[in-house]
Nanobody
Framework: QVQLVESGGGLVQAGGSLRLSCAAS????????MGWFRQAPGKEREFVAG????????YYADSVKGRFTISRDNTKNTASLQMNSLKPDDTGVYYC?????????????????WGRGTQVTVSS
């Protein structure tokens, strides 16, 4: 089992920045990749960014490329999402997810464990 806890959400004005963190515990060694997803009201959950745990290879949705940066710290068992130049369209609940198998996936169906989410609200 893997437990994930997100933190760092909040309310920010458009153009501002937030940093989300995800703390993992449990069978950490089984994790192949970490991902961030988001879900806006009335919309499906969508991939934001992913990172392979061992090599640190990163993947991004086109909508956040150049603005968001995903990183991981294996010594602290954390994954972070630095979000810059935020837009109102970035508003939603952000979820951290852990994937036990390769490759790093853009699909939420591929991920095995999920946090409860943290709210990000970007005002215009």
């Amino acid at each position: 089992q893997v437990q994930l806890v997100e933190s760092g959400g909040g309310l920010v004005q458009a153009g501002g920045s937030l940093r989300l963190s995800c703390a993992a515990s449990g069978r950490i060694s089984n994790i192949y990749a970490m991902g961030w997803f988001r879900q806006a009201p009335g919309k499906e959950r969508e991939f934001v960014a992913g990172i392979s745990r061992s090599r640190g290879i990163t993947y991004y949705a086109d909508s956040v490329k150049g603005r968001f940066t995903i990183s991981r710290d294996n010594t602290k068992n954390t994954a972070s999402l630095q979000m810059n130049s935020l837009k109102p369209d970035d508003t939603g609940v952000y979820y951290c997810a852990a994937d036990l198998t390769a490759p790093v996936s853009y699909s939420s169906d591929h991920y095995d464990y999920w946090g409860r989410g943290t709210q990000v609200t970007v005002s215009s």
